[in-house]
């Protein structure tokens, strides 16, 4: 074991040093190529030619419509797009600024990045409270927006972090973008800053900086101190997720039914702790809380003898019991007594006391002061610390266990209320800037009882560390310096997941751009890219189209053996990487087949996809439950999100496929399609012809045409007709991009 330590040491020393020389954490150079060949394709002609593989040909026109209309916007292509470039493939780049300008684009790639921003409608496990965030689906609606205004990349970034920081208005809608911090999932304030920390890091830059909570990185130049540096920024910023109002409802009269409905919530709630407050301040009870408060006092009760006491002696609260041995201890016998309260609590201590009579008289005499306003007793009552100041707005103090139920249950309704209420008005989920910021020190450990001595915060030492500036808000600084085009990590990472969302793999691993994984097969690439992006804007839209312009976008899909036996994980390309439709672009297209697709609202509150009034919503919209996640989620590999998703897994089930033939929505839909009169109106063959091309964008091959009639008999049901749909549904090729 002696041997083995000095030797472990002096391997993890070996990977820090190294580290300082990490691909990814020196700036990216873009090499120069030749001017007439589109870069895309010559840099990966370079190292196709380094492998010894040729490119696939060009796949047909059908097909590059097909996939880019799915990579931009989740949607299929129409017959009119798809006929426009077989007639003239040069209208290729017109059809990609079509799709970019479609709203349905910003709905597409607002999903891919509530992945990496562990989006949910719900803090996750909340004991018996209700756990919707109401405004969750705001930030969603900032997303979508931000992606269709094509905002640049590095303001994307800053909005995210630090929007409070640089608006101009309290009501501004950009604040929104603060639920990037605020909809992870909620509980010990440690976990969720450490949450916070991660999605930052992991999101922007692809850098797992948490790895550093406990001890310095133990394989990337990232210290404790490095992380506690960001965990002392995000933790000074105390989320409020019922925000300012940052817009008005478009429906008037949605709006002023919201209203009502929530006045009425509202009015409950006032009833439920005005009685409270009343019983507080009876004389009748308040004789009782004198008498218990003197008795928990004398007797030096605890909460749970308060409870009990209270309970079987006058059926009052335990809590409030308390909160009078406190008060009595300092107004009736501390060093300042007030008179009338000393006296009370001197006769009270008299042997053969008529202690209930002595509680009674005082009570009535405390009443008739309150309503006059005069006296000391009047002054006492006002004292924060005494029971009879506490309102409605202090009551839940006093809480019984019953209490806490029935104003969970009204805060409930109002949370389901604003949450699903298409009348009310929208709110951003913000984070509230402390006015001083607690010092940053090391928990040591990573235990937060072995706090560390205070040290300034600061930049990631690997990255040029120093100082945050003492003149403006840490969380600001920390957002320029993650945005800034000097920081080698941010262009990387996001033209690595949109390389990635396109070409269904990245050119590296987009969770870690750590010493343990790698350089890149294919860094010149990446490199160019990031380079590219910084001068063009970091527009988003500029680079789907130099992509997609490429030629190697537009490849078949098709194997070749020796390409597979020189690049079996086609690392440079050379083929089109076949593709699974997601879980949302999967269930849209059905539903946009089926005709129930309503693509004229963009936006708007979350909707439970279980529901048939759900259909004609786009899957972005769905209802996300992190504590319970429907089946439909998990089968079809939705990541959980209670952590950051830098890719999504791709499994293959009996349930997906099943889905498609048993599920409730497919049911529906199939009878849908059968029903309408454009397919009515056919006979058995064009009923056919007319199924491969409205579902599969194609006509059918003689065989797919004779094998689907025979299936079908000379006279077929609407229910045989409604199981093909489902079947060509459920087909590889209605789900997979070729």
């Known amino acids: 074991m002696r041997r083995i330590l000095p030797i472990v040491l002096s391997l993890l020393t070996a990977v820090a040093v190294q580290a300082e020389d990490h691909w990814a954490y020196n700036s990216p150079v873009a090499i120069e190529l030749p ?78 990045w509530m992945d990496v921003a562990r989006y949910a409608d719900t803090i996750g496990y909340n004991f018996q409270k209700d756990n919707r965030f109401p405004f969750a689906w705001t930030y969603r609606e900032w997303l979508i927006d931000a992606f269709n205004r094509d905002i640049p990349w590095h303001e994307f970034i800053t909005l995210q972090i630090a929007a409070d920081q640089v608006v101009d208005k309290a009501d501004h809608p950009d604040l929104a973008a603060l639920g990037f911090l605020t909809v992870g999932p909620h509980g010990l ?71 009502a409905e929530m006045a009425k919530i509202d009015d409950e709630k006032h009833q439920f702790r005005h009685a409270i407050v009343k019983q507080l301040r009876e004389p009748k009870t308040l004789a ?80 008739a002061a309150i309503k006059s306003g005069k006296g000391q007793l009047a002054n006492q009552a006002k004292r924060q610390l005494c029971p009879l100041s506490f309102d409605e707005g202090r009551v839940q103090h006093f809480f019984t266990q019953k209490d806490g139920q029935t104003n969970r249950e009204i805060e409930a309704k109002r ?69 800034d085009s000097n920081n080698p990590l941010t262009a990387r990472a996001i033209v690595n997941r949109v390389w990635a969302w396109h070409f269904g793999a990245p050119l590296v691993n987009p969770g870690d751009f750590g010493p343990q994984t790698i350089a890149p097969k294919q860094q010149e690439l990446l490199d160019w890219l990031a380079v590219w992006f910084v001068e063009n804007d970091q527009s988003l839209k500029k680079l789907h189209r130099l992509l997609l312009t490429s030629e190697t976008f537009r490849l078949k899909a098709d194997t070749v053996a020796t390409n597979v036996n020189r690049d079996e994980g086609n690392t440079t390309f050379w083929r089109w990487n076949r593709q699974r439709l997601s879980l949302e672009a999967m269930r849209d297209r059905l539903l946009i087949t089926a005709g129930a697709l309503d693509l004229s609202t963009i936006g708007g509150r979350s909707v439970e996809l279980e529901k048939p009034e759900a259909d004609k919503r786009r899957t972005i919209y769905a209802f996300i439950d992190r504590l319970e996640l429907p089946g439909q989620f998990t089968n079809f590999d939705l990541p959980h999100p209670d952590h950051h998703a830098p890719k999504r897994l791709e499994t293959t089930v009996p349930q997906q496929a099943l889905w498609f033939l048993n599920g409730e929505l497919a049911h529906r839909q199939s009878k849908a399609v059968v029903n309408q009169s454009v397919f009515k109106t056919r006979n058995i063959k064009q009923r056919i012809e007319w199924l491969y091309q409205h579902l599969l964008l194609r006509d059918p091959s003689e065989k797919e045409r004779s094998t689907l009639s025979a299936w079908l008999g000379d006279k077929p049901s609407d229910a045989a007709w409604a199981d093909a749909v489902q079947m060509l549904w459920a087909s590889n090729e209605f789900n997979f991009l070729d």
Request: aromatic share 10%; with cysteine; net charge positive.
């Open 35 to 112: 001017a007439k060949q589109h870069p895309v394709d010559a840099l990966l002609q370079r190292q196709r030619k380094a492998t010894g593989t040729g490119a696939n040909g060009l796949a047909e026109p059908r097909q590059w419509a097909i996939r880019a209309s799915f990579t931009l916007t989740g949607l299929p292509p129409t017959a009119e797009q798809i006929a426009r470039l077989e007639a003239d493939p040069k209208v290729w780049p017109k059809l990609l600024d079509e799709w970019m300008a479609n709203p349905a684009y910003g709905e597409r790639w607002a999903r891919h």
């Open 189 to 259: 304030r440690e976990v969720m800053m450490d949450d916070r920390v991660d999605v930052v890091t992991r999101g922007f830059m692809s850098t797992t900086v948490s790895c550093a909570r406990c001890h310095d990185h133990k394989t990337d130049p990232i210290s404790i101190e490095d992380y506690y540096s960001f965990f002392s920024v995000l933790e000074n910023a105390d989320a409020n997720p019922r925000g300012p109002i940052i817009g008005t409802p478009a429906n008037a009269e949605a709006h002023a039914k919201f209203k």
């Open 288 to 367: 009782g809380y004198l008498h218990l408060g003197w008795l928990a006092h004398k007797q030096n009760w605890e909460l749970d003898r308060c409870q009990t006491g209270s309970f079987k002696t006058y059926k009052l609260r335990g809590k409030a019991t308390l909160q009078w041995k406190k008060f009595l201890a300092v107004s009736a016998v501390g060093d300042k007594p007030a008179p009338r309260l000393a006296q009370w609590y001197s006769e009270m201590d008299k042997e053969g006391a008529n202690r209930e009579a002595l509680c009674e008289a005082l009570a009535k005499e405390w009443d």
């Open 415 to 483: 949370a389901k209320l604003e949450s699903s209420h298409a009348g009310g008005p929208p709110r951003a989920m913000i984070v509230m800037e402390r006015a001083k910021y607690a010092p940053a020190r090391v928990y040591e450990r990573g235990d937060p009882t072995q706090k560390g001595e205070p040290f300034e915060r600061h930049w990631l030492t690997v990255l040029g560390g120093g100082e945050f500036p003492k003149e403006q808000s840490p969380r600001l600084s920390l957002a320029q310096k993650v945005a």
